[in-house]
């Protein structure tokens, strides 16, 4: 066998060889290059192929023979592996496009998801603008941060104790005072002092009490404790105080893991604070995975559910003797009415008005007015109308009013109520005119009270109802039927000072309204009783009624009015509205007179007359038995301590006999 044959025989007979014939060539012919490169000759072996390639090798313009060469690639092959390089291309790209991908989605993940480790600015988390400002949070709420540390003690801003903490507090800037109301006395603290006086007895502290800068004050916290049920604790960094209050059952859960309290619920939110593991906190809502608690050192937050365990209800509270507002209640359905008096000799009619009621428990006479605004006041208080009275076993409230007789304005009730010195003026005036003319209470109807004046007036029903209750008299303080611009009378402080609250169920539609309607409509009143009923006990609770109505007469207002009223509230109503009050009786007299159809209003539930005349519209909604048979029930139906009726004089005598059914 020669050596072709040899070669032929290796190459493709081997047994087990099982490499393509194109493979096998591609290596002879690498293999006949190599030996070119290395620049060897042929060796001695006399072969056609050899002598080929080396006759090729020295003579490069020698045609190629026929056959195919074997030392060269073949020309189908190229275009194959340029093929299987591009598809190899496209893979690596394609994998690395999606590792790109991937690793974006990642990050992006990573961003989304992780938890954040940015520190929330804590000045402006608890509003500190500016150095020496004390964050102050107050049970669940961080509210401005208006206190200041002073010698080692914490003051906290008047306004904020007022608001926040205890609003029996009260600050008198016109005379640098500082007030505290006890059910029998009053405390009292001036500026820059250690010593308060309880009544007339002095009393002091290791520390300065009140504190001013400009007209602000500042409250030693110290001395807001000792009167008020809080615990409090000062922290630094930054300086802030933590006081609580809200006694009671609270939720509370202990912390099973390092965790942060974040500002809102999710990851991303600035960490507040950091919570160790075994520490608790009180829960005060949940929200879907996070809660939102409050810490013992004054952050108020949020803390994935995951981070605690064990929330349990527990009852919080702090041994505190707070001294109990006693009051006057009587043991009978109260049946009380006005008497309009208007000058000394009116007195002289209690006797035909007594004489003219059934059941009556208690006669409220317009006695006082309060006369100027430095806290003088008019009285008309007569002995022997009392004397009358109590022989009829009637008690006498005496009425002392703002209105209708010495001062008579917003401005003028303001002045004379925020000065202690003005009001202990009244306050003693008015109780002397109550032991010298032996009246049984005193009922005090002030109408000129702004949103302003409020704090003011309030302050002044807590000092009467000290004297008072000193002197064992009744104290009745009348009000509005609660709405959102009368909220400045405070009937919730009322009915923890006073005796008895009165709703004046009526004036819904009033002297100089835009537009007529019902004096009291049975919505209107249920409306007065319900919303005081939120603030005030019920048997504290007395619902006024009234005996008199309203006749009203429209006409339309002519082209130039309504010109000169656009954009005002008047300008809205079409009509030009007057009226006129009668009592019970006069009323139905008016409605006969004008031979008018009285139909029921079901709404109202009252009865309802209209008619024309002389290009006037009249309009009137009755009160009658049949009208005060409704309101009297509301009374009965909620348990209220009484009714009270506007005025002795203008009811149908047939009433009495009515409201005794419901008093008795």
């Not at 009490?209 to 400009?214: A, C, Q, R, S, Y």
Request: charged residues 30%; glycine residues 6%; aromatic residues 10%.
């Amino acid at each position: 066998m020669d050596e072709r044959q040899r070669r032929s025989r290796t190459a493709s007979d081997r047994p087990g060889n099982t490499e393509r014939p194109d493979r096998q060539r591609a290596q002879r012919s690498q293999t006949a290059r190599g030996q070119e490169i290395r620049g060897q000759g042929s060796r001695t072996q006399g072969t056609r192929s050899q002598t080929g390639r080396s006759q090729a090798s020295r003579n490069p313009n020698r045609r190629p023979q026929t056959g195919r060469p074997a030392n060269r690639r073949p020309s189908a092959r190229r275009p194959q592996t340029k093929r299987r390089r591009r598809r190899n291309l496209g893979i690596r790209i394609c994998l690395t496009v999606i590792l790109i991908i991937a690793a974006i989605a990642a990050v992006f993940l990573w961003r989304r998801y992780s938890p954040s480790k940015e520190k929330a600015d804590l000045d402006k988390y608890y509003g500190i603008e500016q150095e020496g400002q004390l964050a102050i949070v107050v049970n669940n709420e961080v509210v401005e941060p208006k206190g200041m540390i002073a010698d080692g003690k914490a003051y906290i801003q008047y306004e904020i104790v007022r608001d926040y903490i205890n609003s029996r507090f009260y600050w008198d800037p016109n005379e640098n005072i500082l007030l505290y109301t006890l059910p029998k006395d009053m405390v009292s603290v001036e500026v820059g002092s250690k010593d308060y006086t309880v009544s007339k007895d002095k009393n002091s502290e290791d520390y300065v009490i009140l504190k001013t800068e400009g007209s602000t004050a500042y409250i030693a916290l110290d001395f807001v404790q000792q009167y008020t049920n809080i615990d409090y604790e000062v922290y630094d960094e930054p300086e802030r105080v933590v006081i609580v209050g809200d006694w009671g059952e609270h939720t509370v859960a202990a912390v099973k893991k390092d965790t942060q309290v974040r500002y809102q619920g999710g990851v991303k939110s600035p960490v507040l604070s950091e919570l160790k593991k075994g520490g608790e906190v009180t829960v005060i809502e949940n929200e879907d995975n996070w809660k939102k608690v409050r810490t013992k050192n004054g952050f108020i937050g949020y803390v994935k559910n995951s981070a605690l365990k064990d929330a349990e209800k527990k009852n919080v509270t702090r041994k505190f003797e707070e001294q109990e507002f006693t009051n006057i209640s009587k043991d009978y359905t109260i049946n009380m009415a006005w008497h309009n008096v208007t000058n000394s000799d009116a007195n002289s009619s209690v006797l035909q008005k007594i004489a003219e009621s059934k059941g009556l428990t208690t006669i409220a006479p317009t006695w006082f007015h309060v006369k100027d605004t430095d806290g003088n006041m008019d009285s008309i208080a007569s002995t022997d109308y009392v004397n009358y009275a109590h022989q009829a076993n009637i008690e006498v409230w005496a009425t002392i009013r703002d209105f209708d007789g010495g001062i008579n304005s917003y401005d003028e009730s303001y002045e004379l109520l925020s000065y202690t010195s003005k009001r202990e003026t009244l306050i003693n005036q008015l109780v002397a005119e109550a032991l010298q003319s032996n009246i049984d209470g005193i009922n005090v109807d002030f109408e000129k009270i702004s949103d302003e004046c409020g704090e003011h007036y309030i302050q002044f029903i807590r000092e009467l109802s000290v004297r008072c209750r000193q002197n064992g008299l009744v104290l009745s303080v009348d009000n509005y039927v609660p709405k959102g611009f009368n909220m400045q009378y405070d009937r919730r402080e009322q009915g923890i000072v006073a005796d008895y609250v009165v709703i004046m169920g009526y004036d819904e539609h009033y002297a100089g309204s835009p537009e007529a309607g019902s004096v009291a409509s049975y919505d209107f009143v249920k409306e007065g009783i319900e919303e005081t009923l939120k603030e005030v006990p019920a048997d504290k609770v007395i619902s006024g009624i009234p005996f008199f109505t309203r006749l009203w007469e429209e006409t339309p207002k002519t082209e130039e009015e309504l010109a000169s009223q656009k954009g005002t509230e008047e300008g809205e109503y079409a009509m030009k509205v007057e009226s006129k009050a009668y009592g019970m009786t006069e009323a139905k007299d008016v409605v006969a007179q004008a031979g008018a159809e009285i139909t029921w209003d079901d709404a109202a539930k009252q009865n309802y007359a209209k008619w024309e005349s002389g290009g006037v519209t009249y309009e009137i909604w009755l009160e009658d038995e049949k009208s005060l048979e409704a309101k009297l029930d509301l009374m009965k139906q909620n348990k209220l301590a009484g009714t009270a009726a506007w005025a002795l004089g203008l009811e149908d005598p047939n009433v009495w006999q009515l409201i005794l059914k419901y008093v008795n």
